[in-house]
């Protein structure tokens, strides 16, 4: 099956500093990835829908220039966390579908941020 | 807009027992619904889809789900729990009739199962 490899999978910063997140499809070209954030025992929340080689677009409520998303190839996106704050701290979770197969979205394993 | 409901943000069983864990959707058009499950610390692992075909899907895992328009459901069940199904299960819903470009999904709040010995 298709799999989507997220990295790091858990990561500890200081508050002021940047963070990347990267989540790759292995397997697959993928033309759609999505970021979501997971607070502790909640539901998943999308973040941004980013698309090989354009801009991403971002949830009502997301800080752009706060979580800089990056889709550079069709195998790569990273989600940048800037001058993290410890309300930062959360699961941050990618997803990716294959490109000409849209019904089904492959996951990443999940980054746990804390930030301190 | 569509949402998704899941009834009963923690369910318990008996090892052995019956799995029933529910989810109502509202859409206004045909959807694609979706079961995930999440073990601690990890990304969601697909159980199972709906996407139009036969209402009566099954996945992985021994876990099936009814598609059924008439209540707007897509309950998730599986006829014997085991120990190793314990663990958090979230329903999704995705539109892809707009266009199909996009599809994001939107998850419901999640239900954990515990499963005793």
């Known amino acids: 099956g298709a799999v989507v490899s997220q990295h790091p999978s858990w990561v500890i910063c200081k508050s002021g500093t940047s963070v990347k997140i990267e989540c790759r499809s292995l397997d697959f070209q993928a033309t759609t990835m999505f970021w979501y954030r997971q607070f502790p025992k909640q539901s998943l929340m999308l973040m941004a829908t980013s698309n090989e080689g354009s801009k991403a677009t971002y949830e009502q409520g997301v800080e752009k220039d706060k979580f800089l998303i990056n889709h550079a190839s069709l195998t790569l996106s990273t989600l940048t966390v800037t001058s993290a704050h410890p309300e930062d701290s959360s699961f941050y979770i990618c997803?990716?579908?294959?490109?000409?197969?849209?019904?089904?979205?492959?996951f990443g394993q999940g980054t746990r941020l804390t930030v301190v | 807009a569509q949402s998704v409901t899941q009834l009963g943000s923690h369910v318990s069983v008996s090892e052995g027992a019956l799995v029933l864990l529910r989810c109502n959707y509202s859409s206004s058009v045909p959807p694609y619904l979706f079961w995930y499950v999440q073990y601690p610390n990890q990304g969601l692992q697909l159980l199972l889809k709906?996407?139009?075909?036969?209402?009566l899907v099954k996945g992985i895992n021994g876990f099936e789900a009814e598609f059924k328009k008439s209540e707007t459901s897509f309950h998730l069940t599986k006829p014997s729990a085991h120990m190793s199904d314990a663990a958090e299960y979230f329903c999704a819903v995705s539109d892809l009739t707009n266009g199909g470009s996009q599809g994001n999904l939107i998850f419901g709040k999640g239900t954990k199962l515990s499963v005793k010995p």
């Open positions: 709906y996407t139009s075909a036969a209402t």
């Open positions: 997803s990716a579908r294959i490109l000409g197969k849209g019904t089904e979205a492959f």
